[in-house]
C-alpha cells in the first residue's frame, strides 16, 4: 500500500485532479495495488483564510507520504511570488526533488502543429532546486538613480553532478544513446561554463553521445527538428522555457505531464502537470484532464509499476485515436468530466 498526499491547488488543478482521482479509484478497485491518498486544501484559497499557503508544519506531513500528487496554483488575489516561494519552490528544493522530468511526447491520435513525418519522444531534465530560481539578491538604491536589482544564479558542483549522474543512468537503462546539454555559455561564462565543465567531466568516460547545443540555437531546433532529440538537460529556468516549448510541439500544455524527482527516495517525489492554474478557462470545465492523469502514470513507474504507467499512457492514446471525446484544446468539445469517463472506459473496457 502507497500513501498519496493529494494538492489539487487553485483554479483549474483542481477540476483535472478530479478526474485524475476517478483513475486512482478505478485502478484500485481493478489491480494490485492500493493507493491510499489523503487531500490537502492548501493553496491560494487557504493563504485568503490563513494568510500561508501551507500549514507550517506542512512539510512535516507531506514527508510521511510515499509521493505527492499535485494540480497547479496561481490566483489573481494572491501574488504569484507567494503563490510560488511559498508552496511549491519550498516542496522541491526541501524535498531534494533536484530532477525534474518532463516528457515530450506526441501520442498517435495527437496532431502536432508541426507537420513531420517522424516520431517526437525526447525527455527533458530540468535541474529543479537550484540554478537561476534562487533567492539571493533584491533591489538597492530604491528610488535614486542608481536604482537596480540583483539575483544571482548559484550553480554548485554537486547541484549539477547529481542531476547529469541521473540523466546517464536513466538515458542507459532506457536505452538512449545520445544526450543533448542545454546551455548558454557562450555568453553566461561563469555559471553556464561551469555547468558545462561538470557535465563534461561526467560524460567524457561515457558511451552515450553527448552534444552541447546553445539554448538560443535550441529553441529553434525543436520547432524545426523535434525528432533528433533523445534527451535533452538543461538549467532551472531554461528547463522551464524548453518544456514549455516541447509541450506545445505535442498539442499543448494540456498534454505535458511532470515529475519532481527525488531519487535517493529520502523524500516524497512529486508529480504534476506542467501547465498552471489557466485562469482564462478556470471555472468553464473545459480543462484537458490528460496532463494530469498521465502524471498519474509518471508517479505510478516512479513506485515501481513501469506496466501501470504503459497500460495509463496506452489507453491515453486509444482516447485521443478514436477522436470523439476531446477538450476543445485539443480540437474537441467535451469538458474535463467527460473526458476523464471516457478515459476510465479506455482504460477498463
Ligand atoms: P497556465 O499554464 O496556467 O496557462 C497557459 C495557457 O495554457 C492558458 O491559455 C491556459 O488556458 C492553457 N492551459 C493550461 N492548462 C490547460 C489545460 N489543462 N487544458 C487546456 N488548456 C490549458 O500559465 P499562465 O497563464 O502563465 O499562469 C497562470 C497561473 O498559474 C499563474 O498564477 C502562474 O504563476 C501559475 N503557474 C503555476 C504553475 C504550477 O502550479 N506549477 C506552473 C505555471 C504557472
Ligand atoms: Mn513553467
Redesign the pocket.
Known amino acids: 500500500m502507497y500513501k498519496l498526499a493529494v494538492i489539487p491547488?487553485d483554479?483549474?488543478?483542481k477540476e483535472?485532479m478530479e478526474e485524475a482521482l476517478k483513475v486512482i479509484r478505478v485502478i484500485n478497485d481493478r489491480e494490485s495495488i492500493t493507493l491510499d491518498y489523503e487531500i490537502f486544501d492548501w493553496g491560494s484559497e487557504y493563504y485568503l483564510k490563513y494568510g500561508r499557503m501551507m500549514p507550517d508544519n506542512g512539510q512535516a506531513i507531506l514527508q510521511e507520504y510515499d509521493a505527492i500528487l499535485?494540480?497547479?496554483?496561481?490566483?489573481s488575489r494572491v501574488p504569484?511570488e507567494v503563490?510560488?516561494w511559498e508552496f511549491?519552490m519550498p516542496i522541491r528544493k526541501n524535498f531534494k526533488q533536484y530532477v525534474n522530468l518532463r516528457p515530450v511526447k506526441l501520442l498517435k491520435g495527437i496532431e502536432s502543429p508541426l507537420r513531420l513525418s517522424e516520431e517526437i519522444d525526447f525527455v527533458i531534465f530540468r535541474e529543479n532546486t537550484e540554478g537561476e530560481y534562487s533567492d539571493v539578491g533584491g533591489l538597492m538604491f530604491q528610488g535614486d538613480q542608481r536604482e537596480l536589482a540583483v539575483q544571482n544564479t548559484i550553480m554548485t558542483r554537486q547541484g549539477i553532478a547529481q542531476l547529469t549522474e541521473y540523466v546517464m543512468k536513466y538515458a542507459k537503462a532506457h536505452h538512449y544513446t545520445k544526450v543533448t546539454n542545454a546551455t548558454k555559455s557562450n555568453a553566461i561564462t561563469h555559471v553556464m561554463g561551469f555547468w558545462d565543465q561538470v557535465v563534461e567531466e561526467i560524460f567524457a568516460n561515457e558511451v552515450l553521445a553527448y552534444e552541447k547545443i546553445y539554448i538560443d540555437a535550441l529553441a529553434a531546433y525543436f520547432v524545426e527538428r523535434p525528432e533528433r532529440f533523445q534527451v535533452v538537460m538543461a538549467s532551472n529556468l531554461f528547463g522551464d522555457i524548453l518544456s514549455d516549448l516541447g509541450s506545445a510541439i505535442v498539442g499543448?500544455?494540456?498534454m505535458a505531464p511532470s515529475g519532481n524527482i527525488n531519487p535517493e527516495k529520502e523524500f516524497p517525489s512529486m508529480f504534476?502537470?506542467?501547465?498552471?492554474?489557466?485562469?482564462?478557462?478556470a471555472g468553464k470545465g473545459?480543462?484537458?484532464?490528460l496532463?494530469?492523469i498521465w502524471s498519474v502514470a509518471l508517479m505510478l513507474d516512479h513506485l515501481g509499476r513501469k506496466d501501470l504507467h504503459d497500460h495509463v499512457v496506452f489507453a491515453i492514446e486509444q482516447l485521443l485515436l478514436e477522436n470523439k471525446t476531446l477538450?476543445p484544446?485539443i480540437g474537441g468539445n467535451a469538458t474535463t468530466k467527460d473526458v476523464g469517463n471516457a478515459f476510465i472506459k479506455k482504460l477498463y473496457r
Do not use: M, W
Open positions: 491547488g483554479g483549474v488543478g483535472v499535485f494540480g497547479a496554483i496561481g490566483d504569484d503563490t510560488i511549491i499543448g500544455l494540456g504534476e502537470p506542467v501547465h498552471g492554474s489557466a485562469p482564462d478557462i473545459i480543462a484537458n484532464p496532463a494530469q477538450t484544446d
